[in-house]
């Protein structure tokens, strides 16, 4: 038997489809990559890291979770807790410097998604140059050129 391909959608889909978004720490380092990557192939003499600095950051919609007593709390409040806990745990600054690179990783893999499957984070690009906001902003017209929309058939 011979099936003609036209693209890898007909390999994966049936009846429905489903797009699957990037939003932990490792899609935003894929993202990242392949933007330094398109940068140095149109032009090798640009730094991107001059121009544009990426971060996950807690994501501004009121999605929900419950704290240490059960009580709903906005995603945003609810990191705002665990960032407060983190800082109690390391008694000055030095060491809430020195350690909070490593634990906003392993709380983004946590905590990436809630409980339906929606992301609390997004990825932030920072223009640092006058090149860098031309860069963020055609960047992000290629990431949210598709509007998410949950279509069952």
């Known amino acids: 038997m011979q099936i003609n391909i036209q693209s890898f959608g007909d390999i994966i889909t049936n009846s429905s489809s489903e797009v699957y978004c990037l939003y932990d720490w490792d899609g935003m380092e894929q993202i990242e990559n392949a933007i330094k990557n398109i940068v140095k192939a149109i032009n090798p003499e640009i730094n991107i890291d001059e121009h544009l600095e990426f971060s996950?950051?807690?994501?501004?919609?009121?999605?929900?979770?419950e704290d240490d007593d059960g009580n709903e709390i906005s995603y945003q409040e609810f990191y705002n807790q665990?960032?407060?806990k983190y800082c109690e745990r390391n008694?000055?600054?030095?060491?809430?410097?020195?350690?909070?690179?490593?634990?906003?990783?392993?709380?983004?893999?946590?905590?990436?998604?809630?409980?339906?499957?929606?992301?609390?984070?997004?990825?932030?690009?920072?223009?640092?140059?006058?090149?860098?906001?031309?860069?963020?902003?055609?960047?992000?017209?290629?990431?949210?050129?598709?509007?998410?929309?949950?279509?069952?058939?």
């Open 56 to 65: 996950l950051v807690p994501d501004d919609y009121d999605y929900w979770e």
């Open 82 to 84: 665990e960032f407060g």
């Open 91 to 153: 008694q000055n600054n030095e060491d809430i410097l020195l350690n909070f690179p490593d634990w906003y990783r392993s709380f983004i893999q946590e905590h990436s998604f809630d409980d339906s499957g929606i992301p609390n984070f997004k990825l932030n690009i920072l223009p640092k140059s006058e090149l860098g906001e031309t860069l963020a902003k055609q960047i992000e017209s290629i990431l949210y050129a598709f509007a998410y929309k949950e279509i069952y058939t």
